[in-house]
């Protein structure tokens, strides 16, 4: 059974308990992801072929925000590592004081990489630090060229974009090398893989990516 917490109004200030929840993550040497995108741009399809390529090399868990649903934790669940379920009631977004209590669901000494899945939307959760240490943001070609210079916020607080669903890129208008050019005009420190999680193409230069992170993490 998926563990289920609904987000609670609380009074204390988001960036003072972002930083509590950055200090606990650094004092248990836990690398942290905030995953954001769109809805349906393919989070969850990333998330199942990461788990199934790192868990066996890392210890991992799993935050999955949601406005309503636990269908996203179900998902990830069938894959034996642990997750909680972030309800936030209507929010459009994550944020620290969402992310605090779901802490202790979690054995932290017991965890190498945690993965938060943010509610898909691409502007409201880029706004909510939750005290990770990166950020990495899922794009699919399939939302159109525009995207990166309409929404560049997420974009230019990303360490790396996915480029999802390049499986469809002969059945869209996508063009994706001006693609990458607007991104990189955006934050030219950004890593761009692309990727297909429906084939489970492109995925070894992010799972590097990600081992290289925890492993730096464990090193600090
Ligand atoms: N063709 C194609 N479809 C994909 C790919 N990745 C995800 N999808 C589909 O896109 C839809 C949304 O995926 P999901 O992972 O739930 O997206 P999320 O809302 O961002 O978590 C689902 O129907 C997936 O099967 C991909 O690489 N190629
Ligand atoms: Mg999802």
Redesign the pocket.
């Known amino acids: 059974m998926v563990k289920v917490r609904m987000a609670a109004p609380v009074l204390q200030q988001n960036d003072e308990v972002a930083g509590e929840n950055r200090e606990l993550f650094n004092k248990k040497n836990v690398f942290v992801l905030n995953l954001m995108?769109?809805?349906?741009?393919?989070?969850?399809?990333?998330l199942?072929k990461t788990i199934g390529k790192l868990s066996k090399l890392l210890k991992l868990g799993v935050i999955e925000g949601d406005i309503y649903t636990t269908r996203?934790a179900e998902r990830i669940e069938k894959f034996g590592v642990p997750v909680v379920q972030i309800n936030t009631d209507g929010a459009c977004h994550l944020d620290a004081r969402m992310v605090k209590p779901t802490l202790e669901d979690f054995d932290l000494d017991e965890l190498d990489l945690l993965i938060v899945?943010n509610v898909?939307n691409l502007v409201c959760p880029a706004e909510f630090d939750l005290g990770e240490d990166a950020r990495a943001a899922?794009l699919?070609i399939t939302e159109g060229n525009d995207k990166p210079v309409k929404y560049p916020l997420v974009f230019r607080q990303s360490k790396v974009v996915l480029l999802?669903?390049?499986?469809?890129l002969p059945y869209t208008d996508c063009e994706i090398e001006l693609l990458e050019e607007d991104l990189k005009k955006i934050n030219p420190e950004l890593e761009l893989f692309q990727?297909?999680?429906?084939?489970d193409e492109g995925f070894a230069p992010w799972i590097a990516w990600l081992e290289e992170q925890v492993g730096l993490k464990k090193g600090s």
């Open positions: 995108s769109s809805p349906g741009s393919g989070k969850t399809s990333i199942e996203d899945e898909g899922v699919s999802n669903k390049i499986d469809l990727v297909s999680a429906r084939l």
